[in-house]
């Protein structure tokens, strides 16, 4: 069958099984949990051949100024003949039209595809995965940090909207309550300085995103989380945020696999960089 053969369509809740096999296939660490937040939240595109779902996209707007691409999955027998480029074609037609930039979060593969269309680099991150219990660094943090309660959601979205570039709060919401054990609060003077979220994953529990004034505040987070969240555990880390890197190594993290922001016709962030200390997700940014 040609490339412009293959017609683009919608997912539904009816293609989640398809959808969950390409995960599996790419060895990708999503539920139907996830595939969830883009069917309600977002788009995500689809090719069939015959009535399998062989090919995946998903957008996902963020506030009125940008939107994520994500979920770039071809099996692996329809590769390398253009079937991602054509979606993400779609994706930014989609995208463009609403008047928000795209942005990604590339694997090495991806990036290849997405050069390609135009997509620059913004800055990379890394996956680091916590196989077995996590060790003690050394030197506890003084900070207090605090399970996130009901009282306390509408201040973290807040705060998270301000460093992140846009409101997540409805993606935010989506997370709360997959991982409660991750989801932590550090204050400074009564108000908000730093916060992390979870989700538990397909191959291992996912901590992020984690916001926060400063390093101090996010290794406190860390240190939180060490002792509540029962390893496999996957975090995606900036790669600038060096001193963090090493207390995840020291905690027993190895790097996995490293990820570019990309986005279309611009470089410039939107999220603050000195606060973004861990992303959601690629696939949430
Ligand atoms: C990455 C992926 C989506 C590419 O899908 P695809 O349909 O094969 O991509 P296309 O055919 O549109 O490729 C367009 C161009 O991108 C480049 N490209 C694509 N895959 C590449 C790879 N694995 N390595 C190097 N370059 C690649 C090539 O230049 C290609 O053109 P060519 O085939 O004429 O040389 C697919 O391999 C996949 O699903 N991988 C696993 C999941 C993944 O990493 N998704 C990306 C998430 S960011």
Redesign the pocket.
């Known amino acids: 069958m040609a490339v412009s053969d293959f017609q683009i369509g919608r997912l539904t809740q009816d293609d989640l099984a398809d959808a969950d096999a390409l995960v599996k296939e ?1 060895g ?1 660490n999503q539920t139907e949990a996830d595939w969830r937040v883009f069917l309600d939240l977002g788009s995500v595109f689809a090719i069939r051949d015959r009535d399998r779902v062989i ?1 995946t996209a998903a957008t996902l707007p963020y506030g009125g100024r940008f939107a994520w691409i ?1 979920m ?3 099996a692996g027998e ?9 979606l993400m074609e779609r994706c930014i037609e989609t995208i463009s039209a609403a008047g928000l930039v795209p942005i ?4 090495p ?5 997405y050069l ?1 269309l135009g997509f620059q680099d913004s800055w990379p991150f890394q996956r680091m995965l916590l196989k077995e219990r996590a060790k003690r660094p050394e030197g506890s943090s003084p900070l207090e940090v605090e399970p996130v309660t009901d009282k306390d959601w509408n201040e973290l979205c807040a705060y998270d909207a301000k460093w992140f570039g846009a409101d997540r709060s409805a993606v935010l919401s989506r997370l709360r309550g997959r991982l409660p054990e991750a989801e932590a609060l550090v204050r400074k003077d009564g108000k908000a300085a730093g916060f992390l979220l979870g989700r538990k994953g397909r191959r291992a529990a996912q901590i992020g995103p984690l916001v926060a004034d400063d390093s101090e505040t996010a290794a406190a987070l860390l240190e939180y989380a060490a002792g509540t969240v029962a390893a496999p555990v996957y975090i995606d880390v900036m790669d600038d945020k060096t001193a963090l890197i090493d207390r995840l190594k020291a905690t027993g993290f190895v790097h996995e696999r490293p990820y570019t922001r990309m986005m279309l016709g611009r470089s410039e962030s939107f999220q603050n960089l000195p606060r973004t200390f861990a992303v959601a997700g ?1 696939e949430l940014g």
């Open positions: 790419a990708w090919a994500s770039v999955l071809i329809y590769r390398r003949r253009g079937l991602a480029t054509r990604l979060d590339a694997t593969a991806g990036r290849a595809v390609g690629p």
